[in-house]
């Protein structure tokens, strides 16, 4: 089976219908479809968290759109923001800015911000019952005043030589000058116990869940070593504000054993009840002390995303989930937008190449166009006008997983101003459809297919495998 996709900007306003009768039936069960629900809510811009009422009353346009899978980031209750935190350095005690986060106040209970426990129920029964299913996030990669793990087990932070509880390095969030707070131990034992015994088998056993994703699964601490590279590089000015090492932490802590755990478990459930569970993570990054020097004195320079295409850095953690979430790829989209080197047909292509050795080494990549974390510099990806463009790439890209990220679908899908919610709903729909009927769409097979003219913005490639071939044209450019 041959099939041709042709994408052009502008063709927004008048989407033609599908020819259904064309169209392959869907492979069943070859493509998994995310689409990741709202969980915000801004008093000053009138936005409220979607409750799980109105998550529940969402669910049949997203089944419609071909949803596979609902994410929730952070479902349970949530300790109340706190401003700053006491930090002990070498220079005394310090007072950090404090960015809000997902620290629990209770892992076992739904938020109640968004509804009653039964509300909740009743929406994971709901989407069950149109074949949908549901992921919870789980974020313990810090700690806070107020939250369940410096309350109750105040021993799974990490300490610093200092005797005190350790931060995150760099303590500075990405686009904000703030800390995160206090980096968790992650090779803790009873925190491991903790999350495999208890948390893990409540979620897919009494709520009903279909597996776990693990935010952030790292452990992001300065030790000794790291001390002294980044002294040096302060004392040549070289260092960028937040990396500081304020508190040096003695020794190695892997979050491997807590991974490698969780993913057991998830296998240990999925067999005892039947069920094919889902355990995802966020990326394959295990802690600093994993990657070289170079990279080190790179990111201090404030480069905190070179991690992500580091080539020397340790990603075998990947080995462990079933896929990631794929940053890489955003911004491969972003420089197509912008007309960058990488919009060139054939440097788009060979993108992929670079990947496979990467996170994609490891595990699959869940391929979006925009999500939560770091939305607003892409967001001009999903403008209506050129959406179609971005959704197309992101969609036939290789692999079988596809992100869809807040905002862009039902419920809260009319909070960004600069996007059409149903011109989002009708190119998902149509491009999920295309990509579930087509093998070749799912393989990892891809090359350059654009012979000439050679402009930026202008990309074709094959797709294939032994059934099918498709050729992708997308004139992002709109020039020819």
Same mark, same amino acid.
């Given at each position: 089976?041959?099939?041709?996709?042709?994408?052009?900007?502008?063709?927004?306003?008048?989407?033609?219908?599908?020819?259904?009768?064309?169209?392959?039936?869907?492979?069943?069960?070859?493509?998994?479809?995310?689409?990741?629900?709202?969980?915000?809510?801004?008093?000053?811009?009138?936005?409220?968290?979607?409750?799980?009422?109105?998550?529940?009353?969402?669910?049949?346009?997203? *089944?419609?759109? &071909? @949803? !596979?899978?609902? /994410? #929730?980031? %952070? =479902?349970?209750?949530?300790?109340?923001?706190?401003?700053?935190?006491?930090?002990?350095?070498?220079?005394?005690?310090?007072?950090?800015?404090?960015?809000?986060?997902?620290?629990?106040?209770?892992?076992?209970?739904?938020?109640?911000?968004?509804?009653?426990?039964?509300?909740?129920?009743?929406?994971?029964?709901?989407?069950?019952?149109?074949?949908?299913?549901?992921?919870?996030?789980?974020?313990?990669?810090?700690?806070?005043?107020?939250?369940?793990?410096?309350?109750?087990?105040?021993?799974?932070?990490?300490?610093?030589?200092?005797?005190?509880?350790?931060?995150?390095?760099?303590?500075?969030?990405?686009?904000?000058?703030?800390?995160?707070?206090?980096?968790?131990?992650?090779?803790?034992?009873?925190?491991?116990?903790?999350?495999?015994?208890?948390?893990?088998?409540?979620?897919? *056993?009494?709520? &009903? @869940? !279909?597996?776990? /994703? #693990?935010? %952030? =699964?790292?452990?992001?601490?300065?030790?000794?070593?790291?001390?002294?590279?980044?002294?040096?590089?302060?004392?040549?000015?070289?260092?960028?504000?937040?990396?500081?090492?304020?508190?040096?932490?003695?020794?190695?802590?892997?979050?491997?054993?807590?991974?490698?755990?969780?993913?057991?478990?998830?296998?240990?459930?999925?067999?005892?009840?039947?069920?094919?569970?889902?355990?995802?993570?966020?990326?394959?990054?295990?802690?600093?002390?994993?990657?070289?020097?170079?990279?080190?004195?790179?990111?201090?320079?404030?480069?905190?995303?070179?991690?992500?295409?580091?080539?020397?850095?340790?990603?075998?953690?990947?080995?462990?989930?079933?896929?990631?979430?794929?940053?890489?790829?955003?911004?491969?989209?972003?420089?197509?937008?912008?007309?960058?080197?990488?919009?060139?047909?054939?440097?788009?292509?060979?993108?992929?190449?670079?990947?496979?050795?990467?996170?994609?080494?490891?595990?699959?990549?869940?391929?979006?166009?925009?999500?939560?974390?770091?939305?607003?510099?892409?967001?001009?990806?999903?403008?209506?006008?050129?959406?179609?463009?971005?959704?197309?790439?992101?969609?036939?890209?290789?692999?079988?997983?596809?992100?869809?990220?807040?905002?862009?679908?039902?419920?809260?899908?009319?909070?960004?101003?600069?996007?059409?919610?149903?011109?989002?709903?009708?190119?998902?729909?149509?491009?999920?459809?295309?990509?579930?009927?087509?093998?070749?769409?799912?393989?990892?097979?891809?090359?350059?297919?654009?012979?000439?003219?050679?402009?930026?913005?202008?990309?074709?490639?094959?797709?294939?495998?032994?059934?099918?071939?498709?050729?992708?044209?997308?004139?992002?450019?709109?020039?020819?």
């Amino acid at each position: 089976m041959i099939g041709t996709i042709i994408m052009r900007q502008g063709e927004w306003e008048n989407l033609r219908p599908l020819p259904r009768e064309c169209m392959p039936k869907p492979i069943k069960d070859s493509v998994l479809v995310i689409a990741a629900i709202p969980f915000v809510g801004d008093k000053a811009r009138g936005i409220s968290k979607p409750t799980w009422s109105e998550v529940e009353a969402a669910l049949p346009v997203l *089944k419609e759109v &071909g @949803v !596979d899978v609902i /994410f #929730l980031w %952070a =479902p349970y209750e949530r300790a109340k923001p706190v401003d700053k935190i006491t930090v002990y350095t070498c220079k005394g005690e310090m007072q950090l800015k404090l960015r809000w986060g997902l620290q629990a106040k209770n892992f076992l209970r739904p938020d109640p911000d968004r509804g009653s426990e039964d509300e909740f129920l009743h929406m994971i029964e709901a989407a069950h019952s149109l074949g949908i299913k549901v992921i919870p996030q789980l974020c313990i990669l810090s700690s806070i005043p107020g939250d369940f793990i410096h309350e109750e087990h105040p021993e799974w932070i990490l300490k610093s030589i200092y005797g005190k509880h350790a931060v995150m390095w760099p303590w500075v969030t990405t686009g904000a000058k703030a800390s995160y707070g206090y980096a968790v131990n992650k090779a803790h034992p009873d925190l491991i116990k903790y999350v495999t015994d208890v948390i893990i088998p409540h979620w897919v *056993k009494y709520w &009903g @869940v !279909d597996g776990v /994703f #693990l935010d %952030a =699964p790292n452990v992001a601490y300065c030790d000794l070593h790291m001390r002294d590279i980044l002294k040096d590089m302060e004392e040549k000015g070289l260092l960028a504000e937040g990396f500081e090492c304020l508190t040096p932490v003695d020794g190695y802590y892997s979050p491997e054993p807590l991974v490698k755990a969780m993913k057991a478990k998830i296998n240990e459930l999925g067999e005892e009840m039947g069920r094919d569970l889902i355990f995802a993570g966020e990326n394959t990054f295990k802690t600093w002390q994993d990657v070289s020097d170079d990279l080190i004195i790179k990111i201090s320079k404030g480069n905190l995303a070179a991690f992500l295409t580091d080539p020397t850095m340790d990603r075998s953690q990947g080995k462990y989930f079933d896929w990631v979430w794929g940053y890489n790829f955003r911004s491969l989209l972003k420089g197509v937008y912008s007309g960058e080197e990488v919009s060139y047909s054939e440097n788009y292509v060979k993108y992929f190449e670079t990947e496979r050795e990467l996170d994609a080494k490891y595990t699959e990549i869940a391929r979006f166009v925009n999500m939560w974390n770091v939305l607003m510099p892409f967001k001009d990806l999903l403008r209506p006008e050129v959406a179609g463009c971005y959704i197309t790439l992101a969609v036939t890209a290789p692999g079988k997983v596809v992100w869809i990220g807040v905002y862009q679908l039902p419920p809260q899908n009319n909070i960004i101003k600069e996007w059409n919610g149903k011109v989002l709903i009708e190119w998902y729909k149509r491009l999920i459809l295309i990509k579930k009927g087509y093998s070749a769409l799912q393989s990892m097979n891809i090359e350059n297919a654009l012979i000439s003219p050679r402009i930026t913005r202008l990309i074709a490639y094959n797709r294939w495998d032994a059934n099918t071939s498709v050729t992708v044209i997308v004139n992002a450019g709109n020039e020819h």
